[in-house]
């Protein structure tokens, strides 16, 4: 079992930052990817950024690419997700998920454990 606690999230202007942690407990944290998902109401959960059981490789999907930027530290059970540059868009809850496999995907069917979730809106 992994439990996954995401905080950070929090009301912010456009253009501005946050920064979104996910600690874990349960397992070794080195052993599974991390996976960062948004959700809107009424739509299907959206990846947004993957780090690697090593932290080695990262991995974006274009909406957040160059804005985005997701870290590790195996020795605090923590990710970070470094928001800059916030958009309108960008509101919405956003969930951090384990994959105990050894690959980086980015179906949101593949994780096995997921956080409860922490909402981000960004204002105009």
């Known amino acids: 079992q992994v439990q996954l606690v995401e905080s950070g999230g929090g009301l912010v202007q456009a253009g501005g930052s946050l920064r979104l942690s996910c600690v874990a407990s349960g397992r070794t944290f080195s052993s599974y990817v991390i996976g960062w998902f948004r959700q809107v109401p009424g739509k299907e959960r959206e990846f947004v950024a993957a780090?690697?059981?090593?932290?080695?490789?990262?991995y974006y999907a274009d909406s957040v690419e160059g804005r985005f930027t997701v870290s590790r530290d195996n020795a605090k059970n923590t990710v970070y997700r470094q928001m800059n540059s916030l958009k309108p868009e960008d509101t919405a809850a956003y969930y951090c998920?384990?994959?105990?496999?050894?690959?980086?995907?980015?179906?949101?069917?593949?994780?096995?454990?997921w956080g409860q979730g922490t909402q981000v809106t960004v204002s105009s």
């Open positions: 998920a384990a994959d105990l496999s050894v690959g980086v995907r980015v179906a949101a069917g593949n994780y096995d454990y």
């Open positions: 780090i690697s059981r090593s932290g080695g490789g990262t």
